[in-house]
């Protein structure tokens, strides 16, 4: 694993002024599965389902770069990004895949 930064743009969340009319800030939530993407457009996503975090404007997937991690007061933290990873059919690998979690009420 490589230490230090991928030298890609890294993903910032800043305060909102109130004025948040840019299109930079929108992001879309995509089915993983490319062949029913469309069919689950608009549908509930599924807490524990794997997503694809999708920036409207650049069409870039939000990406984890596991290979980039550093040591923060939070712990071992992971470099993320806005970059699709492709594999060789075309569909998402597994940097761009996120999963929704929630905690128990139980």
């Not at 743009?9 to 993983?32: E, F, P």
């Not at 712990?75 to 128990?104: P, R, Y």
């Amino acid at each position: 694993q490589r230490r230090g930064f991928s030298l890609r743009k890294q993903v910032v969340s800043t305060q909102s002024t109130g004025d948040d009319s840019s299109y930079n800030v929108v992001w879309q939530v995509l089915c993983r599965n490319p062949l029913i993407r469309m069919e689950m457009e608009g549908r509930p996503v599924v807490v524990g389902d794997p997503i694809i975090l999708n920036h409207c404007k650049t069409n870039q997937n939000l990406a984890c770069m596991s290979q980039y991690q550093r040591r923060t007061p939070y712990g071992q933290e992971m470099e993320v990004c806005c970059k699709t990873f492709l594999d060789s059919h075309k569909a998402e690998m597994e940097e761009n895949l996120w999963t929704i979690i929630v905690e128990s009420s139980e």
